[in-house]
């Protein structure tokens, strides 16, 4: 049994369990690594002699909620504020054309880069990447900002900060509230005790029942106090507590037709007993989405069956947080269960979480106590990440991150991927988009696209790069007592017949056979699917209307009157030496945004997306924004529509444009726009002095050339000089496992250029070769082409060139 489990499994009266919980005795600092941080390859430790201070999980804590961040950019870094929301919920930053957005995040400031989607964090993360520290040198540096003693080896240290200095007026903190105002844990109380009240039991067996949950089941060790009935008037719920290490973080409440989370951060889980009983060693750990989904698998696969190993359930209720994949980490480190079952439900969603839960959850971490009963963590090396995440409705997205040493290591990940994405096509169709979206010395970035239908795909995809840097993992561990790899099937998805297995239940209990359940839920997905069609048809619908109506205005635009009032505007627009605005909504350019995130806490902090439109409507846009909570995940859907003339004032494109093309960078955004029309618009918002030089990288596969001859790579390089493009240096190197040689030369030209068709011309003859490929970006060779009416249709070359990221 691991050591001091007893210590975190709550009695079943839950008003002990508000200081007890199932997670108490562990470290409070976040013990997974944010997506996106890279690990070096070598393995993460502590300092062989840290001091109390150096690994004090709450002293980062203390200082994400002293430190102002919008205070600590703008005099350490420079930054000016630009723009601030109502009530300070958001500031908007700029310095040297960057942007940055800060807002606030429960109780401290976290901030987004809209122009790259690993810069983004708390303070430690500004400082970390804008200083380039290591955590101890990022609490030395904070700690002097603080005007705190830096004695680091003084035992019981006590924070002494000097008074801070003025904050500028329009981004100064709000002063220190009145001791009558309710704290974010005075809150949290009162909410959960409304829900809970003093002495909660399970009065109410109702819900369970209609969800077709056995009384053996309800009434197994692993849930007693685990599940409650909650009274609000006259109508009575089932609860389920979330908890975290300081007690119930949260509360769900479900009954037929109703679902509801107490209005609090996610920052909990929901966690049985073992069902063995408490204080019995953990053999098992299986994740679900829901308690009930849970209870649900234990009634169908260890209810009742012999021989079955000791089982922790969890469950998330509903999407997952990156604070929730965190505690499950520290419930393996606890447990050290030999296996973990992700029971998430049989659809694209739960892919997507089982997907990210194999990247992000590792065997029991190392952990050594290093002060007051605090612990550190050693952490495995990541050389390939991914993250899965919906795109749009109909659509799942994984995006996969290589780091390497050198550019040929991320040529030959991008080979291998490339190749395992064609071995998946043959089984999905020409389902699966591949885009290659940032290529460095250090880092190779990819996203891929498939139809939820096929998400399978991805899972797959996912379960081989995993089982590749586990076996990679095997080879670089030094330390046979570090983190290394994983025991074969550590993590493996178990996937119900239907959609869930509650569902799965529904249906057993109706005394089904398993075949007929599985002819059940394949019509059941039909059912859902024509439901999605007879959604997708309305929405159309919409659109005809809401073009009928555009159509109707502009021939009611057509009368004497409006033509006349339209020359006058005109003539003043000349007058003025503006470009022609008239008003009409035919010259009118529309973009589309789609944004994705989580619901807001509380309806007074404004959502990622009403702040973008506030942003777009400054920029001189007419914004019109719909949003809705999608009820299966909780995620909020946002649609933009962005309405501009392209003839405006020249300054106003320029600024709307910059605006649309940092949001197109964030990873909460989707972007919809005609490439023609993006171009235009790109042309438009250059200022007069810019230059119109654009570049491309030409990259060449080709078997090693023999000992003192040329191969196609320096054929290639000759014949883009002679096309009148300015060529780089010809960086090549071999694989000495493959003998095949990957070479890289970046071109530019000039859009003014006399020879510009003969570029072209030239860049779309090097695309077809075999062997060579042409990056560069759409709106880049959409513009050439468009500027060179002669030359190849792009879209000819779409299976040969790809996009990189700005």
Same mark, same amino acid.
């Given at each position: ?7 975190w %499994? ?24 944010r ?11 502590y ?75 708390s ?28 004695q680091s ?12 200095? !003025? ?26 005790a ?6 909660a ?29 909650s ?35 996610k ?30 698998y234990?009634? %169908? ?7 079955? !190993? ?30 973990v ?8 969603a739960g ?26 963590y ?40 490339t ?13 699966i ?17 498939v ?10 995809l ?51 056979s398993?075949?007929q359940?599985?002819?059940q ?57 503006l ?87 964030s ?11 993006q ?7 250059? !200022? ?9 990288i030409?990259r060449?596969?080709?078997?090693? !050339?023999?000992?003192g001859?040329t ?7 000759e ?7 300015n ?24 859009l003014?250029?006399p020879?510009?068709a ?49």
């Open positions: 049994m691991p050591p001091c489990a007893s210590s %499994l709550p009695t079943s009266s839950w008003s002990a369990s508000r200081s007890s919980s199932p997670l108490s005795g562990f470290d409070s600092r976040p013990g997974f690594r997506r996106g941080w890279f690990v070096p390859i070598l393995f993460h430790s300092a062989r002699n840290p001091s109390p201070r150096d690994n004090d999980p709450q002293e980062l804590d203390r200082f994400k909620q002293s430190i102002d961040l919008v205070d600590y950019a703008t005099r350490r870094h420079g930054y000016d504020v630009k723009k601030a929301g109502p009530r300070g919920h958001w500031h908007q930053l700029e310095k040297d054309g960057e942007m940055l957005i800060v807002s606030r995040k429960g109780d401290h400031q976290v901030y987004l880069n809209p122009g790259d989607d690993r810069d983004s964090g303070i430690i993360d500004f400082v970390k990447t804008r200083e380039n520290q290591t955590l101890g040198q990022v609490r030395q540096t904070l700690r002097q900002y603080l005007g705190e003693s830096d080896t003084t035992p019981g240290w006590q924070a002494a900060p000097s008074p801070p200095l !003025p904050a500028p007026a329009a981004y100064a903190p709000k002063a220190t509230e009145p001791a009558d105002v309710e704290t974010e844990a005075e809150r949290r109380a009162r909410l959960v409304a829900v809970m009240g003093t002495h039991a399970l009065t109410d067996r109702s819900y369970l029942h209609n969800r077709h949950l056995s009384n053996e089941t309800i009434d197994s060790p692993a849930f007693q106090g685990r599940v409650f009935t009274q609000q008037g006259n109508f009575r719920n089932t609860a389920f507590p979330l908890y975290n290490e300081h007690g119930i973080a949260t509360v769900e409440q479900r009954n037929d037709d109703y679902k509801h989370l107490l209005q609090l951060p920052t909990g889980v929901w966690v049985s007993h073992p069902t063995d009983g408490k204080d019995t060693a953990v053999q098992r750990l299986v994740v679900s989405e829901s308690p009930v989904d849970a209870m649900s234990h009634q %169908l696969h260890h209810q009742g069956a012999p021989g079955q !190993p000791n089982t922790l359930y969890v469950a998330t209720s509903g999407t997952v947080t990156e604070r929730q994949v965190e505690l499950i980490q520290k419930l393996i480190d606890k447990q050290e269960p030999k296996e079952v992700l029971a998430n439900d049989n659809d694209a892919r997507r979480f089982n997907m990210n839960y194999l990247n992000e959850l590792q065997t029991p971490r190392r952990a050594r106590e290093v002060s007051g009963g605090q612990v550190a050693d952490e495995a090396p990541r050389p390939v990440e991914w993250h899965a995440t919906a795109a749009g409705k109909y659509h799942t997205a994984l995006r996969v991150e290589f780091h390497h040493a050198t550019r040929a290591e991320g040529t030959e990940h991008l080979s291998q991927l190749e395992q994405v064609q071995q998946l096509r043959l089984q999905a169709g020409e389902n988009g591949l885009e290659v979206q940032r290529a460095t010395r250090q880092e190779t970035v990819v996203r891929l696209v139809p939820n239908a096929d998400s399978h795909s991805l899972e797959e996912a379960r081989t790069l995993h089982d590749q840097r586990e076996t990679q993992r095997g080879q670089l561990e030094r330390d046979p007592q570090g983190p290394g790899r994983q025991p074969e099937n550590f993590l493996r998805a178990e996937y119900a017949i239907s959609k869930d297995f509650n569902r799965d239940l529904e249906l057993l209990s109706q005394g089904l398993r075949e359940v599985a002819q839920a394949r019509a059941d997905e039909l059912a859902r699917e024509q439901q999605r069609q007879e959604r997708a048809r309305q929405e159309q619908e919409q659109r005809q209307q809401v073009q009928q109506r555009e159509t109707e205005r502009e021939q009611a635009a057509q009368s004497p009157e409006v033509q006349r009032r339209e020359a006058e505007q005109q003539r003043q627009a000349a007058a003025l030496g470009a022609a605005v008239t008003g009409d909504p035919a010259l009118q350019r529309t973009v589309q945004l789609t944004v994705t995130e989580s619901t807001p806490a509380d309806e007074a902090t404004p959502s990622q997306a009403q702040q973008m439109r506030e942003l777009l409507r400054m920029a001189g846009a007419a914004v019109e924004l719909r949003a809705e909570t999608d009820p299966a995940s909780g995620q909020l859907r946002s649609e933009l529509d962005v309405r501009y003339h392209p003839h405006a004032t020249p300054g106003g494109v320029r600024q709307l444009s910059q605006t649309l093309d940092a949001l197109d960078k990873p909460l955004v989707t972007l919809t726009e005609p490439a023609d029309e171009a235009e618009r790109r042309r438009l918002a250059a !200022p007069p002095e810019q230059s119109v030089t654009k570049t491309a030409i060449i596969d080709e078997p090693e !050339p023999r000992a001859a191969g196609h790579a320096e054929a290639v390089a014949q883009l000089r002679a096309g009148g493009l060529t780089g240096s010809l960086r090549s190197a071999t694989d000495p496992a493959t003998h095949q040689r990957h070479s890289e030369i970046e071109v530019s030209y000039r003014d250029q020879n510009l003969r570029v072209s011309a030239t860049l779309d003859e090097v695309a077809r070769q075999a062997g060579a490929q042409v990056h560069e970006h759409a709106s880049d060779r959409a513009e050439r082409h468009r500027l060179v009416p002669n030359s190849i249709n792009a879209n000819a070359l779409a299976g040969r060139t790809t996009e990189p990221e700005r």
